[in-house]
């Protein structure tokens, strides 16, 4: 379970403020498959953040309980200098789990060749991408966090990466998010809407991607306006 209590974020830059998350509560349940819908620039990547603990909110409170990944995919943490075989084991021992199965894990799904023995500062965006996909399904959560990650790479990895998410989801929750209103219908049982700093939880998937167009159709009459 994941619980947002009265959570407020707001980015300053340039001495302009902009508030993604506006006293936000809401409550996401252990073992749900969640969509995340809301417009470029809403703040989905940067709630997904604050839940994994990798940014804090201005203020209220993010409470968990259970295991919560960091956002799968999020390579920002990988050391440059380090090869991709270090960089797993480094994280595999942080977490306490079997490193040379979290290893063998990760060389299979991500198909780096010999490039998973390569510094990672010699990685493409891509390629850090599928390494920590891997590594992030590699490790059990109750919770994953997942920012588009099944994008990545051509349609026979893709359909990889959304099978062993599949998998995954067997036995764990998510909060998803992805352009792709296909995969989340394919992938969620439930959505929420972030719009304008509020969040809205739908218990169908359907229906939160029907809100969300609606509310992008409305912002294209704003502007055309």
């Known amino acids: ?41 809403a703040g989905k990547s940067s709630l997904l953040r604050l839940i994994a603990g990798t940014l804090d909110p201005t203020s209220g409170e993010i409470i968990h309980e259970g295991t919560v990944s960091w956002p799968v995919g999020f390579a920002g943490s990988f050391h440059p200098d380090l090869s991709g075989l270090q960089n ?63 994008s990545v790479g051509d349609a026979a990895f893709r359909q990889k990466s959304e099978a062993v998410f599949k998998e995954r989801m067997r036995y764990s929750g998510a909060l998803l998010v992805s352009h792709g209103t296909n995969m989340l219908r394919r992938n969620c049982d439930a959505g929420v809407v972030l719009n304008d700093g509020e969040l809205t939880w739908y218990d169908d998937i359907a229906e939160a991607i029907a809100v969300h167009e609606s509310n992008m159709d409305a912002a294209t009459i704003d502007e055309d306006l």
């Not at 959570?7 to 993604?20: A, H």
């Not at 749900?32 to 470029?40: A, D, F, I, K, T």
């Not at 490193?99 to 023995?117: I, Q």
């Open 1 to 41: 379970m994941i619980r947002l209590e009265n959570v407020t974020k707001t980015f300053v830059t340039n001495g302009i403020s902009n508030t993604i998350l506006n006293g936000a509560t809401m409550t996401f349940p252990t073992g749900r498959s969640v969509g995340l819908l809301g417009r470029n620039g």
């Open 88 to 150: 797993i084991r480094f994280v595999g021992r942080v977490y306490g789990v079997d490193t040379d199965e979290l290893v063998d894990f990760v060389e299979d799904f991500a198909e780096l060749g010999k490039h998973f023995y390569l510094p990672c500062r010699t990685y493409s965006s891509g390629m850090k991408s599928r390494l920590a996909f891997g590594l992030s399904m590699g490790i059990r959560f109750d919770t994953y966090l997942v920012d588009e990650v099944t």
